[in-house]
């Protein structure tokens, strides 16, 4: 880590050399290219509709109209859907926070059999993506009367959520150090009130990396949402983004608001928690 | 008396774990472990999802699978984006982290510009490229006076390198993230020493970099290759699977068949073919790169 930061102090004084630059050069080209569709995106979505088929698609919009966004909230129903998917996504990640939380503590404490099976058996779903196994996963909440519920989507997010979320947990157990827990109980405290007076505490950043990484997958699901709402009231913001897509492939103006309405409150979440998202993102990758 | 004492100790304690353990351990196997086995047994019978009759018809499910053209494609189609997107993302991710670490200037304003795409739902992704290249990039050629082809999902020989384009520009930021994090935890002095020993750039990279990113590597690998044998959403609102079925894949395949073809025992079949070869694939790759994760 120190030899680390030496070298990245050096690079910040070091003059440009010709490799150095051209990377540089290289690496703007790329940027460009990853912002360009960005700012497509913004920029129709501030255009009136005159413009969209008289003007230049890379000219920039003549006034800021959001007329745009006013008609995607109509379109979208946003009161309803933006509420319906934030519900979705705070209470599945609470409760997943909760349960993986405990499951991994437990997984990583309790030497027994049953507890090392836990660990391969909860890997597997890493392994087979939701995605893979949909059919029956739709089978079963039509066969127990789970989907067009509230009850049924948050608890499918959370089946399918909770193997990665037991896995990246595990990971960070070893940041626990053992002792404390141990004076814990010896102070009379039970494996239960161990966990939540000493362990969860030093959980933490862990428990932030899971909130985020969890939170923008399920704010962006559309194959389970598809599934299992088809209900009006019930349905979320990618589902109804889908029909406004299909219904509006001429208007793209009104589509391209709903575009920036849905991404900007991950991207929020994203740009002022970056640091723990990259922690979760980067568990396992690094070699000790 | 003492020995009893602490088992008593123990017994409780890891009935107090197993509590824990348990509501996930329930809610994982309803909603993930039923659903799999589900799949396997209504593969073996002809159900259309309303009947109440399910006739067991033994593997004629798979049998018939085997002589589905459409199946095939659809396997096809996935294959060839899965190996394309696997090549490619880890190249050009493995590169862009190594040039952000090359000491260029604004490392963390590259590192988000690249890494915002893959914030955005696929859903979102599929339809901005159907529209930069049917409406947004056509434009070039009138600004540059040229005639290049834009209209990649038009046609069935150009809609995989449109769904590719797609496709990484969606998650390149993503595992190069992965990439740079494993770059920076090598230490410096590693570098030094090989740097004494007269190794040059290309022969450091090759056995110092490249041997301490194994992990890095492991999950990148492992991560695209599942992430793009399940493609459906980037399909959904970009290509619908066509021009005529030439981007249909596996779960966009399964999902017309069994729920809009009504043949759940069918669909149940396909979906057992696409776990296999999740974990078959999961498994050859875990083992093979942690082979080489241990000798270096």
Redesign the interface.
């Known amino acids: 880590m120190l030899g680390r930061k030496k070298k990245e102090d050096m690079a910040s004084v070091q003059p440009y050399t010709k490799g150095t630059l051209a990377v540089q050069a290289v690496m703007t080209v790329a940027a460009v290219f990853f912002i360009a569709p960005l700012f497509i995106i913004l920029n129709y979505s501030l255009k009136g509709k005159k413009e969209l088929y008289l003007s230049s698609p890379l000219s920039l919009p003549e006034s800021f109209n959001l007329e745009n966004y006013v008609k995607a909230y109509k379109k979208l129903d946003l009161a309803t859907t933006f509420t319906n998917t934030l519900v979705y996504t705070v209470v599945s990640v609470l409760i997943l926070a909760i349960l993986c939380g405990t499951t991994a503590w437990a997984i990583a404490r309790c030497k027994r059999k049953f507890f090392k099976f836990c660990y391969v058996y909860f890997i597997v779903g890493i392994l087979i993506p939701y995605q893979a196994l949909f059919l029956p996963i739709y089978m079963i909440g039509y066969r127990m009367n789970m989907t067009n519920t509230r009850f049924g989507i948050i608890f499918m997010y959370v089946a399918t959520g909770i193997s990665f979320g037991v896995f990246l947990m595990n990971s960070f157990m070893s940041t626990v150090p053992l002792e404390l827990e141990e004076s814990a109980r010896i102070d009379g405290c039970s494996v239960f009130k161990t966990y939540f007076k000493v362990v969860l505490p030093l959980l933490k950043p862990a428990m932030a990396t899971l909130v985020i990484m969890q939170s923008f997958q399920i704010w962006n699901d559309y194959l389970l949402a598809s599934l299992y709402v088809s209900k009006k009231q019930l349905k979320t913001l990618t589902v109804a983004i889908h029909s406004l897509f299909s219904a509006q492939s001429s208007d793209y103006t009104t589509a391209m608001a709903a575009i920036v309405i849905s991404v900007l409150p991950i991207a929020v979440l994203f740009l002022s928690l970056q640091k723990y998202f990259i922690k979760g993102m980067t568990v396992g990758a690094v070699k000790g | 008396m003492k020995p009893k004492k602490i088992s008593y100790m123990e017994r409780r ?2 009935r ?6 348990l ?3 329930i ?2 196997t ?7 086995f ?2 396997v047994r ?1 593969s073996f019978t002809d159900w259309d ?1 309303m009947s109440a009759e399910k006739i067991f018809v033994g593997i004629q499910n798979y049998i018939d699978l085997f002589h589905d053209s459409e199946f095939r494609d659809a396997w096809w189609f996935t294959l060839k984006f899965t190996i394309g997107n696997t090549i490619i993302q880890n190249v050009v991710a493995l590169l ?1 982290a190594v ?2 670490d ?4 604004a490392q963390k ?2 590192r ?6 893959c ?6 992704v599929g ?3 159907l ?2 290249f049917s ?2 990039l056509p ?2 050629n ?2 540059l006076g040229t005639s290049i082809n834009f209209l990649l999902f038009g046609k069935k020989e150009t809609v995989l390198s449109g769904l590719l384009i797609a496709n990484n ?1 969606q998650w390149i ?2 595992w190069m ?2 990439y740079l ?2 770059l ?2 090598v ?3 590693l570098y030094e020493a090989a740097k004494i020993d007269g190794a040059g750039p290309v022969k450091r990279f090759i056995n110092v970099t490249i041997p ?1 990113l ?3 590597i492991t ?2 690998v492992v991560g695209i290759t ?2 793009s ?2 493609v ?2 980037l399909l ?2 970009s290509t619908k699977g066509g021009p005529g079925r030439a981007s249909t894949s596996m ?1 966009y395949q ?2 017309t068949t ?2 809009n073809g009504r043949k ?1 025992g069918y ?2 079949a396909m ?1 057992v073919t ?2 296999l070869v ?2 078959l694939v ?1 498994l050859i790759q875990v083992k093979g790169l942690k082979k080489r994760e241990v000798q270096a």
């Open positions: 304690m890891s107090q774990y197993l509590l824990l353990v509501p996930g351990f809610i994982f309803i909603g993930l472990i039923v659903p799999l589900m799949a209504y999802g862009f040039a952000l090359s000491g260029i200037k304003i590259y988000t510009i690249f890494f915002i795409p914030l955005i739902s696929a859903l979102v339809f901005v490229w529209k930069m409406n947004v434009a070039i009138d600004f520009w930021g993503y993230l992965i994090a494993g920076q935890s230490p410096a002095e301490m194994a992990p890095a999950i990148c599942t992430g044998l399940k459906y959403d959904v609102s779960i399964t999902y069994a729920i759940y669909g149940c979906s696409l776990v999740l974990l999961a």
